[in-house]
């Protein structure tokens, strides 16, 4: 049985409110993007709500902070992150998910590594305001601006082993595609199209979120 479609929104007040939260939310992702890199933690930390939750026991964006400057004081002298598409669906008129296309550039020493990866988020209104409520970063490589990253296991910081870094995990697609080539002279089936906001929903199928590795 399928679930029923969000009906919001209906009024021509709403439908004002949902263009403007969609602008809002694409802001809320450069101003990420724009904070992280110019190092300014009081501007990033406050992109999140204030309850937000720092690895399994800790609250707050003091905590968040912490975790951000250690991570970014010790591992980058400089960084720089390029948003791509953004595809961002309401569950109600105060909550939406989201994924966001990132091409980044790191200074790390004497290497300088660029990466592909995508954040998908889950977007909170609070007191009129859109915040993140959790980025979950899956990234797809991560290498010397000279060394092409092919093969597997395309995480490849300076003085690290290489790992996995979840690009294609949340999408039970992409392994779905390469498993199964359809015969030469069969039609492919094709599934209806997926209900009005819920077209990232139905390309997750519930996956459930990987375990991430920063770095």
Known sequence: MSEPVNQWPQTLEERIDRLESLDAIRQLAGKYSLSLDMRDMDAHVNLFAPDIKVGKE??????????????????????????????????????????????????????WVIMQMLYWDDYERIDGQWFFRRRLPCYWYATDLNKPPIGDMKMRWPGRE??????????????????????????????????????????????????????
């Open 58 to 111: 800790k609250v707050g964006r003091d905590h968040f902070m912490a975790w951000q400057d250690s991570t970014l004081r010790d591992q980058f002298t400089g960084t720089s992150h390029h948003l791509g598409q953004h595809i961002i669906e309401f569950v109600d008129k105060d909550h939406a998910t989201g994924v966001v296309y990132s091409k980044n550039e790191h200074e790390c020493g004497a290497e």
């Open 162 to 215: 290489p790992y996995h870094g979840a690009f294609h995990d949340l999408f039970p697609s992409w392994k779905e595609f390469w498993m199964n080539r359809p015969g030469k002279d069969e039609l492919p089936q094709v599934a209806a199209p997926a209900p009005l906001e819920q077209f990232l929903k139905t390309m997750r199928r519930g996956t459930p979120a990987p375990r991430m590795r920063v770095r």
